[in-house]
């Protein structure tokens, strides 16, 4: 059984998940959960963008398909929801796995999904389902991609480390393992003090650090204090000395710091951008 805080397992779902199989190259591109394909959402529908290989959509949707309902009826008025539904219905034992689609025209196709049966009374804890989601997200966050000096496992892609917490945070021993051979070879993890600091004076632009650097800095802690690794103590006190002389004068970010040259050159000043957090 998949070893989870009383609680968190849903929010460690989509922590891993965020490490999608197939990243959208337009913000109003989404994942559309194990069918394997990837779509714009409208009020009234999905069109298609991508299709994964060896998914079970491959060879039965293409793209720029446009998907218009589920199961019998079309969509009404939530299609992420109504479309998660239909998922989450699809993958009980009743179902078998089958999730038909309703395409523009009233084309109607069936995709085989994995049957993972249905949540428990008490999901996310004691939950057959849940566990078998987040093993799934998990093996597919420990496979590698790409060759040579290329390669790496899929929780390295993205800037914001959240893949690495989410393995951690299983508290399996195998995958911890991973991380522990693969986390501190990241260059995020081995950042340069100066550089950190240039970009909070305001002396080099490295856009919405905010977010990346709050993550990349949880993630390490959390990984110190899993592993009792001391090597990525810098990391931790340059993305922590950085983040803190990175405040406004409320205590608070944006997306970017606070930077100095845009308060005349002194720290805690207003913070530029928008997303105040």
Not at 43 to 61: D, L, Q, Y
Not at 93 to 103: E, F, M, N, V, W
């Given at each position: ?35 394997g394909l990837l779509g714009e ?21 293409a793209i720029g398909d446009s ?75 420990t496979q590698s991609t790409g ?131």
């Open positions: 059984m998949i070893k989870v805080l009383r609680g968190a397992a849903v929010s460690l779902v989509v922590v891993l998940l965020t490490g999608s199989v197939m990243a959208g190259s337009r913000d109003s591109e989404k994942q559309l959960g194990p069918t959402v409208g009020k009234n529908g999905i069109t298609i963008t991508n299709v994964e290989k060896g998914s079970p959509a491959e060879g039965k949707i998907i218009v309902g589920v199961g019998k009826a079309k969509f009404k008025n939530d299609v992420r929801r109504q479309f998660a539904d239909a998922i989450d219905e699809a993958e009980t034992a009743k179902a078998g796995g089958k999730l038909t689609l309703i395409l523009q025209g009233d084309k109607k196709v069936e995709l085989q999904l994995k049957v993972l049966g249905s949540y428990s009374a008490t999901a996310p804890d004691n939950c057959p389902k849940s566990d078998a989601i987040i093993r799934q997200a998990a093996e597919y966050l060759k040579g000096k290329t390669q790496q496992i899929n929780a390295a892609k993205g800037g914001l480390a959240n893949g690495w917490l989410g393995l951690m945070a299983t508290g399996e021993q195998k995958y911890i393992d991973i991380v522990k051979a693969e986390l501190p070879k990241q260059e995020w993890a081995n950042p340069k003090r100066e550089d950190l600091l240039a970009v909070v004076r305001g002396d080099k632009d490295a856009g919405y650090v905010g977010w990346y650097w709050g993550y990349r800095l949880i993630t390490l802690a959390e990984y110190h204090l899993l592993t009792g690794d001391k090597a990525v103590l810098p990391a931790i006190e340059a993305y922590a000395e950085a983040l803190a002389l990175g405040q406004d004068a409320a205590g608070l970010w944006s997306h970017r710091m606070a930077i100095w040259s845009k308060n005349n050159g002194q720290p805690h000043g207003r913070c530029i951008g928008y997303g105040q957090m």
